[in-house]
C-alpha cells in the first residue's frame, strides 16, 4: 500500500467532510498525532483503522488503499428511487387494475409509517422515508408481471405490524391478506432462541405461496441496498441467513408454483449475482 496516496485521501475526505484532525481523532479513538502521521504519509494505518476511517469519512475501504494515484471517491446514492415517483406509480396502476385492497393498503401504510426514516447508507448523510422500502417491492413486484390485490397489498403492509403499533386485524384488508402480513412479520417464540424462532418462522412462510414471495421480494430489496448499510459482519451473517432459508422459499416457488416461476427466477437471479459480487469484497 503506497503510505503517501492513502494520506492524500484520508486529509481530502476528511475535509470534504468538515473534521478537524482532533475531531476524526476522537471518533476513531486515537491521538491527532496519530492522524497528522497518516495524513503526512508517515505511517499507515492498520486494517482496523482503515475500516473504520473508511466508514467515518462515508467513502469505500477500496477507494483508500487503491493504488492508482488519479483514483477517485465514488458519489453514492442516497436512495434509489424516490418515493414520491413510487407511491404515484403504485397508485396509477393499482386504479386501473381494480386492485381495491392494495389501494387501501397504500394509504394505510403511509399514514402508519408517517415521520418514519431509514438512514439511506453509511456512506451519506441523508435519510430517506420509511416507505421507500415497501414501496419499491411493489413497484418490482408488478413489473415482473404480479397483479395479485393480495400480494401486492401484503407487500406494502408487510412491515406495518412489526414497525408500529398496529394489530394484523386492524388491516383494512381481507383475512387472506392480514394472514400474509401474520406469516412475514418475524416475533420471538416464547422459551425458544433466536435461531429456532427464525427457523420456525421461514417454516411457516414456506407453507404460503404468496407469503413465499412476499418474502423473497423484501430480501431481494433488502440485499439490493445492504453493501451501503451493513458492517462486514453483518454483511457476512445476512448472505448465510439468505443463503440457508430464503433460496429454499426461492425453490418452493419455483418447482410449486407456475404462476410465480419466472418472478422467481427473476428474484434468483438477482440475489445470487449481489451475493456472490458482495463476497468478492469481503
Do not use: W
Given at each position: 500500500m503506497n503510505t503517501q496516496i492513502i494520506g492524500k485521501r484520508i486529509s481530502e475526505q476528511r475535509k470534504k467532510c468538515g473534521l478537524t484532525q482532533e475531531q476524526l481523532a476522537e471518533r476513531l479513538g486515537v491521538t491527532p498525532q496519530a492522524v497528522s502521521k497518516w495524513e503526512n504519509g508517515r505511517n499507515l494505518p492498520d486494517i482496523d483503522n482503515l475500516l473504520a476511517i473508511a466508514d467515518c469519512l462515508r467513502v469505500p475501504y477500496a477507494y483508500l488503499v487503491a493504488e492508482e494515484e488519479g483514483t477517485e471517491a465514488l458519489t453514492f446514492r442516497g436512495r434509489l428511487f424516490h418515493e414520491d415517483n413510487m407511491y404515484t406509480r403504485v397508485k396509477t396502476f393499482a386504479q386501473l387494475e381494480g386492485l381495491e385492497n392494495t389501494l387501501a393498503a397504500l394509504e394505510f401504510m403511509r399514514v402508519k409509517h408517517s415521520g418514519q426514516?431509514?438512514?439511506?447508507?453509511?456512506?451519506?448523510?441523508?435519510?430517506?422515508?420509511?416507505?421507500?422500502?415497501?414501496?419499491?417491492?411493489?413497484?418490482?413486484?408488478?413489473?415482473?408481471?404480479?397483479?395479485?390485490?393480495?400480494?401486492?397489498?401484503?407487500?406494502?403492509?408487510?412491515?406495518?405490524?412489526?414497525?408500529?403499533?398496529?394489530?394484523?386485524?386492524?388491516?383494512?384488508?381481507?383475512?387472506?391478506?392480514?394472514?400474509?402480513?401474520?406469516?412475514?412479520?418475524?416475533?420471538?417464540?416464547?422459551?425458544?432462541?433466536?435461531?429456532?424462532?427464525?427457523?420456525?418462522?421461514y417454516e411457516n412462510i414456506s407453507r404460503s405461496k404468496k407469503a413465499c414471495l412476499v418474502k423473497i421480494i423484501d430480501r431481494c430489496n433488502n440485499v439490493s441496498t445492504m453493501a451501503g448499510c451493513f458492517s462486514r459482519e453483518r454483511l457476512a451473517a445476512y448472505i448465510e441467513e439468505t443463503e440457508r432459508y430464503i433460496m429454499p422459499l426461492i425453490k418452493t416457488l419455483k418447482d410449486g408454483c407456475p404462476e410465480y416461476s419466472n418472478a422467481a427466477f427473476l428474484v434468483k437471479y438477482q440475489i445470487i449475482g449481489l451475493l456472490e459480487s458482495i463476497k468478492a469484497f469481503l
Open positions: 426514516l431509514r438512514k439511506a447508507s453509511r456512506f451519506t448523510s441523508e435519510s430517506v422515508a420509511y416507505i421507500n422500502h415497501p414501496l419499491m417491492m411493489a413497484c418490482h413486484a408488478h413489473a415482473m408481471g404480479i397483479t395479485d390485490d393480495a400480494v401486492l397489498a401484503a407487500i406494502l403492509l408487510h412491515d406495518v405490524v412489526e414497525d408500529t403499533d398496529t394489530r394484523p386485524e386492524e388491516l383494512p384488508v381481507s383475512e387472506e391478506i392480514r394472514e400474509i402480513v401474520r406469516l412475514v412479520t418475524f416475533r420471538m417464540l416464547p422459551g425458544k432462541t433466536k435461531q429456532e424462532s427464525k427457523a420456525a418462522y
